[in-house]
């Protein structure tokens, strides 16, 4: 039974893409849709992005954040006043054309993200220093014409979060960046238990329009790396180009400074290829839409199903995210469904485990089979859960720390890059170099870790073109 229920589940190590999008269908959380390169999003799915975004809003609303809501179509002109933005987004932009039978006077683009529509926006209500900072978010979804797609990395239509902010000055926008980032490591370490390295993009990999991006980079199963989010310190770039000022105290006028940044359904994504296995998901009870899973054993006899739904209640009551499966399928059967789906605890209760006052425990993680007594065991499965979350952390930590290398020579990059992984090394910040690296491996600068370039480089030489080292890079394949 256990063989047959996963045999449409590649082995991760044999295919790593296809084990993916297996997981995907087989877990149930998405679908393709009749349109190239969008899904539908699943109970399953979904539900694990509202967790995300309940997360997410009440931690930005701590810091003050408020939500708006932005129109999803950009007149063509708004979208040229800012020309290096337009450039970033110009071969991802999908136009309206027609409204109706009639052809429109002017394009509408469909927002691929949206900074023009909040600089426009800005622009009419700020007006002294009083007005800043400007703290606003939309939880929204937007198109970007993907050639190449795959579900939650990579998909024309995707949800996420877009914030952003206007300031007095650059430093202001630069801490509130910086504190979105840290609070996105939060998200991920904490509640999706993915490890991250936090950093600066170079400047060829930064956000169209921004003068710096903050990045939170991590490692997938296979070695290649994700940016799973990012922070965005727009500078007075676009409150130039749609001339958003400000009367400061001092009585001059001046341009506001920005921030935007996001984190998206991708995220479900890194979820599955940083905790997935040959069985199925593998959810962290932090984000796990179901933490325990109760499966009545000969549920046709006296007092199981009673019992069972007992628990369940008793489960609920403690904000355990708790599911009695009380179909008609055999055990077996739904033993295999909870592991694919990932759910961390099971609870099998028999008419034994009933008469023993006890249950079986079976962490999805370790598959390990423990007895528990029902006196207790409330305490005891919350404890277990945060056992579980810590458990995938630092394996996830663990198999990172593995895959990341630091060396000065272009041979030991090559191999580490060839391998997989993060390869370290320090770089002449020169985007040709930058540039020829990625023609012969196919790697890209991931970030310039904070810890690695807290100090100047000194007496250390670029292995790519033996320039002198002006950062410390993090390089990898990405998705």
């Known amino acids: 039974m256990s063989q047959d229920f996963v045999k449409d589940i590649t082995k991760r190590d044999v295919d790593f893409a296809q084990w993916y999008t297996d997981i995907v269908r087989k877990a149930e959380l ?3 849709s009749s349109v190239k390169g969008c899904m539908v999003l699943r109970p399953a799915g979904y539900s694990l992005w509202e967790n995300i975004q309940r997360y997410v809003d009440d931690r930005l609303k701590e810091m003050r954040h408020e939500n708006v809501a932005m129109p999803m179509l950009i007149p063509e002109h708004m979208l ?14 999908a136009w309206v054309t027609h ?5 429109l006077a002017e394009r509408l683009a469909i927002r691929p993200t949206s900074e023009v529509l909040f600089a426009e926006h800005f622009r009419n209500i700020i007006h002294s220093y009083r007005d800043l900072p400007k703290l606003y978010n939309q939880w929204v979804s937007v198109v970007r014409w ?6 939650f990395l990579r998909t024309t239509e995707f949800f ?9 000055d650059h430093d202001d926008a630069d801490r509130e960046a910086l504190l979105i980032l840290d609070l996105y490591k939060e998200v991920c370490e904490e509640v999706l238990a993915i490890p991250v390295v936090g950093g600066r993009k170079t400047e060829s990999e930064r956000f169209a329009g921004a003068i710096e991006t903050y990045t939170n980079e991590t490692l997938m199963y296979d070695g290649k790396a994700l940016q799973i989010t990012t922070s965005h310190h727009l500078g007075d770039n676009f409150g130039k180009a749609f001339d958003i000022k400000y009367t400061a105290k001092d009585g001059k006028e001046k341009f506001v400074h920005q921030t935007s940044w996001a984190i998206t359904t991708r995220s479900i994504g890194a979820l599955i290829m940083v905790h997935g296995d040959d069985r199925g998901m593998v959810m962290p009870p932090r984000i796990a839409p179901v933490q325990v899973m109760i499966v009545p054993i000969a549920q046709n006899k006296a007092g199981v199903l009673e019992n069972a739904k007992a628990l369940e209640d008793k489960l609920h009551s403690e904000k355990i995210r708790v599911r009695l499966d009380d179909s008609d399928k055999n055990p077996g059967w739904k033993f295999n469904e909870t592991e694919m789906k990932g759910i961390p605890v099971r ?6 485990d009933i008469e023993n006052q006890q249950v079986i425990v079976v962490r999805r993680d370790t598959g390990e089979k423990i007895a528990m007594p029902m006196e207790g065991l409330t305490e005891n499965i919350v404890k277990l859960l945060d056992e579980i979350q810590k458990n995938l952390f630092e394996s996830a930590k ?3 720390d593995e895959k990341t290398e630091y060396m000065e020579d272009r041979e030991t990059f090559n191999a580490r890059i060839e391998k997989g992984g993060f390869a370290v090394t320090p770089w002449c910040g020169d985007a040709s170099c930058e540039e020829k690296v990625k023609e012969e491996t196919t790697a890209t600068s991931r970030c310039m870790t904070f810890e690695d370039n807290e100090e100047p480089i000194v007496g250390k030489t670029c292995p790519h073109c033996g320039k002198e080292a002006k950062h410390i890079v993090h390089w990898a394949k990405a998705y």
Do not use: N
């Not at 006043?81 to 337009?86: C, M």
């Not at 409204?99 to 052809?103: H, I, W």
């Open 80 to 93: 040229l006043k800012e020309a290096e933005h337009v450039e970033g987004f110009a071969p991802e932009v």
């Open 30 to 32: 998405a679908d393709y």
């Open 146 to 151: 993907e050639k190449t797609t795959r579900p």
């Open 398 to 400: 663990k198999r990172a």
């Open 99 to 103: 409204g109706g039978d009639s052809e």
């Open 160 to 168: 996420w979060q877009e914030g952003h902010t206007c300031h007095v």
């Open 347 to 352: 609870i099998e209760m028999g008419p034994r």
